[in-house]
């Protein structure tokens, strides 16, 4: 039972590129999260899902796109990346809601 | 959701007792009140969840008054492994938002 599981853990790319974060879970969560942290700051969310291929902006979703394929991966999506973008990136997933969240290791992104 | 307002930062000695005060003076009726911890480079950890009067567990003590419009985390006796970022949570649905949290530093 490995949880909530951030794919990779660092990257590092230029301007323009495009990558995709993954979070995979294994504890049939029905509502699944994207988050970023600037230093210093709080979590802010980008996207949520609250099932298998429904998804919503959260409160700073521009220049992100995400999909939710499958109930235990959610994947979150840079076109094309820019300094702004550099952050520690979590994921999260949750049974229900008002029920425990459990979040991923993060995934520190550094867009030069 | 529920707007909360907790200290930036609060200073403590080991084997104190820390109490964090939270509020949200427009609590709805079906809001619950969570508290999340976390670690530099890790993400939040869920400490306790209540709705009214008081909550414990073997982390910490929730203190809910009758009106609902603020609430305490206690964390009894800290030690230095306590040292974290504390963040207070109202809603009822799905949406966790995070505010600032209250940087809690335990020294020796």
């Known amino acids: 039972n490995a949880g909530v599981t951030q794919t990779p853990k660092f990257r590092v790319l230029k301007t323009g590129q495009s990558m995709t974060l993954l979070c995979a879970q294994d504890m049939n969560h029905e509502y699944m999260y994207w988050y970023r942290q600037d230093p210093g700051m709080g979590l802010r969310l980008i996207h949520y899902s609250v099932g298998e291929g429904t998804t919503a902006k959260g409160e700073v979703p521009d220049g992100y796109n995400v999909s939710r394929l499958k109930k235990q991966n959610f994947l979150l999506g840079l076109e094309s990346a820019a300094p702004s973008q550099t952050s520690v990136y979590f994921c999260?997933?949750?049974?229900?809601?008002?029920?425990?969240?459990?979040f991923g290791q993060g995934t520190r992104l550094t867009v030069v | 959701l529920a707007k909360t307002t907790q200290p930036i930062s609060m200073d403590s000695y080991e084997g104190q007792e820390v109490n964090i005060t939270c509020s949200h003076n427009?609590?709805?009726?079906?809001?619950?009140i969570t508290w999340y911890q976390q670690f530099p480079s890790q993400g939040p950890r869920f400490i306790i969840q209540?709705?009214?009067t008081k909550v414990t567990n073997e982390v910490a003590s929730l203190f809910i008054p009758a009106d609902r419009k603020s609430s305490t985390l206690s964390l009894p006796r800290v030690s230095l492994s306590d040292t974290a970022v504390y963040y207070c949570?109202?809603?009822?649905?799905?949406?966790?938002?995070f505010g600032a949290g209250t940087t809690v530093t335990v020294r020796a």
């Open positions: 949570l109202v809603g009822n649905d799905y949406k966790l938002s």
């Open positions: 427009n609590i709805a009726t079906n809001d619950y």
């Open positions: 209540g709705y009214k």
């Open positions: 999260a997933g949750q049974q229900e809601s008002n029920t425990e969240a459990f």
